[in-house]
């Protein structure tokens, strides 16, 4: 039985900005810890939110949608990986 489990969420998620607001969106966006600029262009921004739990997302994603010059920030899609790591690691590989 492993001792710890660790879940990492995985988001993708598009911000669509005002034209004029963009450099200033596109700059927080870059200072926020779990999320990563991937790409931008025609007023939308492709970003990566991770995280511990589907909560620490949609609190990521409620507050960029917050921001001004936001339009609408919308998850595209989610997924969770699930780590299992034991107590007393061995390893067993042969040399």
Do not use: C, W
């Not at 039985?1 to 669509?16: D, F, I, L």
């Not at 609190?59 to 969770?80: K, P």
Request: net charge negative; glycine share 10%; aromatic share 4%.
């Amino acid at each position: 039985m492993p001792e710890n489990t660790g879940r990492y969420h995985v988001s993708s998620a598009v911000v669509a900005v005002m034209p004029q607001m963009r450099d200033a969106v596109f700059a927080t966006l870059l200072t926020l810890d779990n999320v990563e600029v991937h790409g931008e262009g025609n007023g939308k921004i492709v970003i990566v939110i991770v995280g511990t739990s589907t909560g620490m997302l949609g609190d990521t994603l409620t507050y960029i949608s917050t921001l001004d010059g936001v339009i609408a920030a919308n998850m595209v899609f989610e997924h969770v990986d699930t780590e299992e790591t034991g107590g007393d690691e061995q390893r067993t590989d042969a040399a």
